[in-house]
């Protein structure tokens, strides 16, 4: 997502990233809108073909907060969350299909974190 985030910075525009096991896939936008070229395409997306939607970037000057479509898309792919990579921070923000599970979730991964950092410790 941290190359996919230098891109951003350089073009202006948004990237979406599927994940399925090894597997990429990348959907390039033009600035910060995402469009898929058919709704056989969005079907695949969301019957989860490519995998689960594992973050997108916002380009600079945007929030890093979700827009109006992220989280209807979440929704859509059937997700509990995602994240957002922008230019601001260097890490991305984490959100569910509703705002109060922003922070929810953001303190499970800080909770993962520190637990696996004091088991290896």
Known sequence: MKDLLKMTNVTGDEFNMFTKGSERLIIRGEGN???????QFLDELTQGKYGKFS??????GSSITPGPEDRPFLDMMKQK???IWGNIVDEPYIFGSLPIQDEIFRQ???KEKWLKYYENN
């Open 81 to 83: 969350r995602s994240a």
């Open 33 to 39: 809108i995402i469009n898929v070229p058919n709704q």
């Open 55 to 60: 973050g997108h970037t916002h380009p600079p």
């Open 108 to 110: 499970e991964i800080a």
